[in-house]
T-cell receptor
Framework: EPEVTQTPSHQVTQMGQEVILRCVPISNHLYFYWYRQILGQKVEFLVSFYNNEISEKSEIFDDQFSVERPDGSNFTLKIRSTKLEDSAMYFCASSEGGGGAQETQYFGPGTRLLVL | GENVEQHPSTLSVQEGDSAVIKCTYS??????FPWYKQELGKGPQLIID?????GEKKDQRIAVTLNKTAKHFSLHITETQPEDSAVYFC???????????FGAGTRLTVKP
């Protein structure tokens, strides 16, 4: 069964450093998402991406964040200058068609980011 | 924007009993309501969803009900088993934007 994959599974970085989290969505999916989950808290929407541009972003997704689809398979989340409060689990998700967030989203296993 | 509230935050039941988790939403335009199960160390996995054109949907031991007027929806798990133990999240989205808002989660423990 196709699945969303994410790398790395864990990342430790120093405050102020840049990190890039990588995701490979399910191959025929058109919508891509990033969410974060601070330990013990709810899953929070960051951004949705469709047709090579941001479709929607939350108030959390400020200028420190960016997303990119550098090739036909990868979808990346970049945090330019990490802060302690960026420590969280980051989930990538994808959905199949033009219904966007109205369609079933398939989540990856997550990347646990720890900022020291 | 949409705000989703979920209760209870923790729920403990005996194996074989039923479990009910409730969510409310604020945006009357929301029309898609999925439920996710998250096991330790894994990403959320969709277990059932409902759209606003139906009031109830069932899949084996799992059912979801939706009351559009009251803006609340519930997950019902019957004949619970220890492997149902996980964190369950409700979520809501509207056709007007491409984000999905999650509830705070319910940690369900099924005791054998």
């Amino acid at each position: 069964e196709p699945e969303v994959t994410q790398t790395p599974s864990h990342q430790v970085t120093q405050m102020g450093q840049e990190v890039i989290l990588r995701c490979v969505p399910i191959s025929n999916h058109l919508y891509f998402y990033w969410y974060r989950q601070i330990l013990g808290q709810k899953v929070e929407f960051l951004v949705s991406f469709y047709n090579n541009e941001i479709s929607e972003k939350s108030e959390i997704f400020d200028d420190q964040f960016s997303v990119e689809r550098p090739d036909g398979s990868n979808f990346t989340l970049k945090i330019r200058s990490t802060k302690l409060e960026d420590s969280a689990m980051y989930f990538c998700a994808s959905s199949e068609g033009g219904g966007g967030a109205q369609e079933t989203q398939y989540f990856g296993p997550g990347t646990r980011l720890l900022v020291l | 924007g949409e705000n989703v509230e979920q209760h209870p935050s923790t729920l403990s039941v005996q194996e074989g009993d039923s479990a009910v988790i409730k969510c409310t939403y604020s945006d009357s335009a929301s029309n898609y309501f999925p439920w996710y199960k998250q096991e330790l160390g894994k990403g959320p996995q969709l277990i059932i969803d409902i759209r606003s054109n139906v009031g109830e949907k069932k899949d084996q031991r799992i059912a979801v009900t939706l009351n559009k007027t009251a803006k609340h929806f519930s997950l019902h798990i019957t004949e619970t088993q220890p492997e149902d133990s996980a964190v369950y999240f409700c979520a809501a989205s509207s056709p007007w934007n491409n984000d999905m808002r999650f509830g705070a989660g319910t940690r369900l423990t099924v005791k054998p």
